[in-house]
């Protein structure tokens, strides 16, 4: 099992950057692939970014894809969401997940993913 705690997220203005962190306990945090996901309000939660558990693969959604970049550090357990050129768009509750087993491809479905974080807020202001 694996705990997942998100931090990074903030009040930032449109075209501004942030950088999304999520922390896992555990040792076995490389056997995982990392998922991003958002839930703004009022709407279904999002596929936003998903990288492999070597970090060699990474996957985005068509709506942040050349903005964001996912990538991971084995050896601090952490796994990181570089946002930049930020909307209005993109307002919403940042959560990551962690999927468990070994898969040829990268999940973008919330339901293939085990394990949540409680998520953190992103607020773009125009």
């Known amino acids: 099992q694996v705990q997942l705690v998100e931090s990074g997220g903030g009040l930032v203005q449109a075209g501004g950057s942030l950088r999304l962190l999520c922390a896992a306990s555990?040792?076995?945090?490389?056997?995982?692939?990392m998922g991003w996901f958002r839930q703004g309000s009022g709407k279904e939660r999002e596929f936003v970014a998903a990288i492999g558990r070597s970090g060699t693969g990474t996957y985005y959604s068509d709506s942040v894809k050349d903005r964001f970049t996912i990538s991971r550090d084995n050896a601090k357990n952490t796994v990181y969401l570089q946002m930049n050129s930020l909307n209005t768009e993109d307002t919403a509750v940042y959560h990551c997940a962690a999927r468990q087993g070994t898969y040829f491809s990268i999940s973008s479905s919330r339901y293939d993913y085990d394990y949540w974080g409680q998520g953190t807020q992103v607020t773009v202001s125009s």
């Open positions: 555990g040792r076995t945090f490389s056997t995982y692939q």
